[in-house]
């Protein structure tokens, strides 16, 4: 290139950028490559793998899926932003009562029937994947509502408000009605039937059409980690990080503090209501339970041991946290003390957890122009220093 | 090059200073409780100006400042920066409307690169949505790839772009230092406010500072008021020198002016038998 003078040097790298850019990135559509690359992988291991009902592994890898899911999206919030949030379990239950609540009744209404309509990515299957959305779309809203208080709570005091919330999502569907069973009765429901919505009180809500497959799984985890890492790596998630660092030096720097937590608990519950909706459709039952603490504080157990904000951290995590237990299944009674004295020693030896705030590829030496070569917006020399003064 | 528009300075030395007025601090105060922070504090800045800001410890110096960034809303007085109001305004506003500041005690982004801690603070004009994010659109990246840029000629001038992938925690002491500096310049500010940017210094890297204040003023034309106890450094450099204490402006004027006023001499080295 030759150096003629900066303006046409500018000219020319703009063009370049012009005339580069379409061919290599395209338009927006491209951007979908990965996630089209996860449907096409997540429908391979559909048809290759046996039913999660008929295989005990396969089954593992599904609940894995759904794990990584929540715990991917709980890292969003606790990890990224730093806002230690342990309702992520409350976000998950209020989208599989979401998604459940219209697949079971809507299929009840659409079919005449609770049971599995259609086949592979058949009518059903959207019915279900639409719930889902629901169900996410529902949770982001809680999210919202969730993420107000922590504008002016920090650490602990957040942490109670959601723990809280979580609470309040169980004791709320404890006091719902019994499941109706028959179409006829659903038909002609008035509203003494409909007040409390009949979800199944305590008992849990059961009976959910099982559409939940690896295929969804998979579809739906790509796009999780798709979502989660376009957002850690663009100035959004610079700004989220920032928050977690420093609030005050986010401010000064004008980032709005605000705004940033509340957009994190409402992506990050929004995948959590999906997560919901799978999980409710893999086990064909959801329970008021599922929104308490503990299960919230297995997320959070994920999200600290994972690493900081590190999605491949947490993605290890998670599998991990899910196929440990099962592995320790002959040793059931020792099972709990063995992932206790994990979890204590991984404090002890690593406290920022697996991956720290690296993701995995971060282990491996990379290549990296450090100064980008000189274009012509970088013609700027360097601050002369007063040599001469020092003597 | 197109980046000195400064680089004929007068007779003095010193480019010739507008004397139109950038940044108006109109008799802002704030208690906190009983305690009178700061009082009746009245600061015209005129553009490109390099005022410092001085006094004893706990005078109120740090919390002009926080008068200024919006950390502190101001119980009374008024603020504008070029007749836009910033009072009661919230930070990030404050900061968008060109109000830049550095950290007594260093707050940089630790876990965040040195790159980052930039791109972070320079990213505050052109910010896009969610959706353009998420679907890494064409005007996405190239924002993206300016602002990197952008950073990367920020670093430059600093000497910093060796560090440009490092963490932010693993530079040294002088390099954070520096590193607050250019984080603040990022978010393209007319006013910098530099909190006691000297301490910790060692008296080599002092003297380099007091030069490049005084070229990121002329270079950056940016309004720089400065807090420092560091008298030799702010003597040299600042036009000119307000005086706090105990949250009351005691004296304002010239470096030779201010050396000279018997009331800032009191406040610093006491006034002797007659103070009982």
């Known amino acids: ?391 | 090059m197109r980046n000195t528009p400064a680089a004929t300075p007068t007779a003095t030395g010193r480019p010739a200073i507008s004397s139109e007025t950038l940044l108006n601090i109109d008799a802002i105060g704030i208690s906190f409780g009983g305690l009178k922070a700061v009082q009746e504090f009245s600061l015209q800045l005129p553009a490109a100006g390099l005022f410092g800001l001085i006094g004893p410890n706990g005078a109120g110096k740090t919390t002009v400042f926080n008068l200024l960034t919006g950390v502190y809303q101001p119980d009374c007085g008024e603020i504008h920066l070029a007749s836009r109001r910033l009072s009661r305004r919230k930070p990030h506003e404050i900061t968008a409307a060109g109000i830049a500041r550095t950290f007594q005690n260093i707050r940089l982004f630790p876990d965040l690169s040195v790159l980052d801690n930039v791109r972070l603070a320079g990213q505050l004009h052109n910010q896009h949505g969610l959706l353009s994010t998420l679907l890494r659109t064409r005007s996405h990246r190239r924002e993206e790839q300016v602002l990197q840029e952008k950073a990367f000629d920020l670093l430059q001038v600093f000497e910093l772009q060796d560090r440009a992938y490092e963490l932010a925690s693993n530079l040294s002491y002088g390099h954070q230092r520096k590193l607050e500096i250019v984080r603040a310049l990022a978010t393209n500010p007319k006013v910098l406010l530099l909190d006691e940017p000297a301490a910790g210094l060692n008296p080599r890297e002092k003297k380099l500072l007091a030069h490049s204040i005084q070229q990121i003023r002329d270079r950056f034309q940016v309004a720089v008021l400065l807090i420092e106890h560091d008298m030799p450094l702010v003597m040299e450099i600042c036009e000119s020198i307000i005086v706090l204490d105990h949250g009351v402006t005691i004296c304002k004027g010239t470096p030779r002016e201010v050396q000279n006023d018997d009331r800032v001499i009191a406040a610093y080295l006491g006034s002797g038998l007659t103070d009982d």
Request: glycine share 10%; net charge positive.
């Open chain 1, 1 to 391: 290139m030759s150096h003629s003078s900066p303006e046409t040097n500018a000219d020319i790298s703009n063009a370049e950028a012009m005339t580069s850019m379409p061919s290599r990135f395209g338009n927006a559509w491209t951007a979908l490559i990965p996630i089209a690359i996860g449907i096409a992988i997540a429908m391979l291991l559909h048809f290759l793998l046996p039913s999660p009902q008929k295989n005990y592994y396969v089954k593992v890898a599904q609940i894995t899926g759904i794990v990584i899911v929540l715990a991917v999206s709980l890292n969003i919030v606790n990890g990224m932003t730093g806002q230690f949030s342990i309702g992520h379990a409350g976000f998950m239950t209020l989208g599989g009562y979401m998604s459940a609540t219209i697949t079971y009744y809507g299929s009840m209404l659409l079919w005449g029937s609770t049971a599995k309509h259609g086949g592979f990515l058949g009518s059903g299957e959207w019915l279900f994947a639409a719930s889902c959305l629901a169900g996410g779309l529902f949770a982001a809203v809680a999210g919202y509502v969730v993420g107000l208080p922590s504008l002016r709570l920090r650490g602990d005091y957040l942490a109670i408000v959601t723990l809280g919330f979580g609470e309040i999502i169980r004791v709320v569907l404890q006091q719902t009605a019994k499941v109706i069973e028959d179409p006829d009765v659903l038909a002609n429901a008035g509203v003494a039937e409909l007040v409390p919505p009949p979800l199944g009180g305590s008992l849990g809500f059961s009976g959910i059409p099982k559409y939940t497959s690896l295929f969804w799984v998979y579809a739906i985890l790509t796009a999780t980690l798709v979502v989660a890492w376009r957002l850690k790596s663009s100035s959004i998630g610079r700004a989220m990080i920032s928050v977690r660092e420093d609030e005050i030096a986010a401010q000064a720097m004008g980032v709005n503090i605000a705004r940033k937590k509340v957009m994190a608990f409402v992506i990050a519950a929004f995948f959590a209501g999906i997560g919901g909706g799978l999980f409710a459709h893999s086990t064909g039952a959801v329970s008021p339970k599922d929104a308490g603490f503990q299960q919230s504080f297995d997320f959070v157990i994920m999200t600290v041991l994972g690493g900081r904000g590190s999605i491949s951290g947490v993605t290890i995590a998670a599998i991990l946290l899910t196929v440990l237990p099962e592995l320790l299944r002959d040793f059931e009674q020792y099972r709990l003390i063995i992932y206790a004295l994990l979890l204590v020693i991984m404090m002890l030896v690593r406290p920022q957890g697996l991956l720290g705030i690296h993701e995995i590829w971060d282990l491996w030496p990379r290549r990296r122009a450090t100064v980008p070569a000189p274009t012509a917006t970088s013609s700027v020399a360097s601050l002369p220093t007063p040599s001469q003064e020092l003597k």
